[in-house]
């Protein structure tokens, strides 16, 4: 168990961290820089990589121990100061809808009975009447076309952009620490990670000018390449704070890489001329709960992180683990 427990311990993001330096050079001295108060999350997708399940239950809504993914990255929003939520969905997401309305019965039923614990875990998942706002994406055109279908609701300020397949475990939590960095330079910034040669086609790429350790200046970027046409292998994951110019600018970008209207592309446009584009290196534990063995891993992270569950479930992982040792 103690192996489990301190492999927990370090997914949860606590990992050595050099700071980040103020005052890097040229970087929002004298810059008066907007509050960022809204978020977008683009939940349109199909989920087929977790078909069947996802044929009739939005991926969003999938379960990481007992809190469906959306749920970290509406709470993550709200740690970093978030006070409006835009979901752009599509066909088939009502449960979504559903998730974060009030359920007058369930909570009636609860306080009946009693359980008052219950009902204060509900409370995080009750939102404000007129905080959340739907809009659809009618057409599946790229995370790019989705985050502009929201360009009405978002305006012209700041905003940020959450994927809620992107699931970071940290003490503080990503997009908090996005916002303080932010609070430096301005401009757009993008989450950062390096990741293995081979794993670049799998995401956006930065082209480093600067590198200043958490914080990196982009020279350009590139929607999945190859290993041998990345600029770097410092990989976009899915947390950003953009300016409402990258909205402008995906009005008219054509087709990127797939096929697909990428916000890689609009975001890349700001990096002509004087860049005021950021890469973030943050502090945590960053799981693709697009893929299944992410979100397995993730769940065996989230479970073992859990005071209730991981003496329980810690024993049951080491019994696994010898059990698969003896019979090799
Ligand atoms: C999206 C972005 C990509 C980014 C990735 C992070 O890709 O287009 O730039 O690196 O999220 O998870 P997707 O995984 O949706 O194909």
């Known amino acids: 168990m103690v192996v489990f427990v301190a492999i927990a311990d370090s997914l949860a993001g606590r990992v050595a961290y050099s700071g980040l330096k103020k005052g890097v050079s040229g970087v929002g001295t004298q810059m008066k820089i907007k509050k960022v108060s809204k978020a977008v999350f683009p939940v349109a997708g199909l989920g087929t990589r977790f078909l069947p399940a996802t044929k009739s239950i939005p991926k969003e809504i999938m379960t990481l121990v007992d809190r469906p993914l959306i749920q970290y990255a509406i709470d993550e929003a709200r740690a970093a100061g978030i006070k409006e939520f835009i979901?752009?969905?599509?066909?088939?997401?009502s449960a979504l809808e559903d998730y974060f309305d009030n359920a007058p019965e369930l909570e009636s039923e609860l306080r009946r009975k009693g359980k008052t614990d219950m009902l204060e875990i509900l409370k995080d998942t009750n939102m404000d009447s007129g905080a959340i706002a739907y809009v659809r994406q009618n057409r599946p055109m790229g995370l790019g076309h989705a985050v502009w279908c929201a360009r009405r609701l978002i305006g012209n300020e700041p905003f940020a952009v959450l994927l809620p397949d992107d699931v970071i475990a940290a003490e503080t939590p990503c997009l908090q620490q996005m916002v303080e960095a932010y609070a430096q330079t301005g401009g757009?910034?993008?989450?950062?990670?390096?990741?293995?040669?081979e794993r670049t086609s799998s995401y956006g790429v930065l082209d480093i000018a600067e590198d200043m350790g958490s914080i990196v200046r982009v020279k350009g970027m590139v929607e999945k390449p190859k290993a041998a046409?990345?600029?770097?292998?410092?990989?976009v994951i899915g947390r950003y704070i953009l300016s409402p110019?990258?909205?402008?600018?995906?009005?008219?970008?054509?087709?990127?890489?797939?096929?697909?209207?990428?916000l890689t592309d609009a975001i890349a446009e700001e990096t002509k001329g004087e860049s005021n584009v950021f890469g973030y290196r943050f502090r945590g534990?960053?799981?693709?709960?697009?893929?299944?063995?992410?979100?397995?891993?993730a769940t065996v992270a989230f479970g073992l992180a859990r005071p209730d569950l991981r003496d329980e479930f810690g024993v049951y992982l080491n019994d696994m683990v010898a059990m698969q040792k003896a019979a090799q």
């Open 188 to 197: 757009n910034m993008v989450a950062a990670m390096e990741v293995s040669p």
């Open 245 to 262: 110019k990258v909205l402008t600018n995906l009005n008219r970008i054509k087709q990127g890489a797939g096929g697909e209207i990428q």
């Open 87 to 93: 979901f752009v969905t599509s066909r088939g997401k």
């Open 229 to 235: 046409d990345a600029p770097s292998n410092l990989a």
């Open 285 to 297: 534990q960053r799981y693709d709960c697009g893929s299944k063995a992410g979100f397995l891993q």
